[in-house]
C-alpha cells in the first residue's frame, strides 16, 4: 500500500457520506489510554518507544530509545472551505480537511460555515508520542483512536481543549494533527525524531468522510 498523498486539490476527492464522531471534553481522566493534558511543555518529556526485539536475544539496556525528538511550530489556516497544516517538526504540508463536500469546497471564499472538519486520513507513530500545545492559547480538538490497525469510525473520537492547556498522544494512538476552532492557530509539537507513520485513509477504506465538530455545543463530558 502506498503512502498517501496529502497536498492534492480537494475536489479531486469524491463527495461521501458523513459519519459524526462524539466531542469530548479533555481531561485527564478522559484522556487515559489516549494520552493525557499538558499544562506546561518546558518541563513535559517524550515518550520514546524502545526498538523492538527481533529475536530472543534481547535488546541491551539503554540502547534503543536514544534516537530522541523535534519540535518545531505546527501552524494551521483554513483557505476558504479548506483546512491546511503545516509542521516544521518534520518538514511536512497537508490538506487536513474541509467544511464542505470536496466537489463543492473552494479555496478562494468560504461556501460552508466551519463549525466541522471533514477528516478523510488518520495516521500513528509507532516510535513516540507526540505533543499538541496551543501557542495562541484558543479552543482547539485533536480527534483520535486507540491503537490496533483494525481502525473503524466507530472507534474515533475527538478531544476538545479550550486552549489552557495542551494534549499530548501516546504512540500508537490513530490521530491527525490539530484543528482550530478559529481561522489560524499555531501549536508547538513536539515528537519521535524517527518520525515512522502508519497511515489510513478513510473515505478510500471505509466510504465516509468523518465529521469533527468544532463547536463548543457539541462538546460532552465523560
Known sequence: MSAPEYMFEASSKPSLPW?????????NDSLKGYGQLVEDPSTFDIEITRWPQQGWRPIDEGTGDEGGYVEGTFKCDWRGDVLYGENEAVKGNYVLGWSNNPQKARTDSQTAPRDQVLLWHMNYH???GQLFFPLDRKP???PAALPGDNLGPEKVVAFWSDGSVGIYIHAGIWHEGVFPVEDSQ???DRQGAVHARVSADIGKEFGV???C????????DL
Open 209 to 211: 468522510y468523518l465529521s
Open 19 to 27: 459519519h459524526e464522531v462524539p466531542l469530548i471534553r479533555a481531561t
Open 186 to 188: 499555531r501549536f508547538l
Open 213 to 220: 465538530p468544532l463547536t463548543a455545543d457539541k462538546v460532552k
Open 140 to 142: 482547539f480538538i485533536v
Open 126 to 128: 509507532p516510535d513516540g
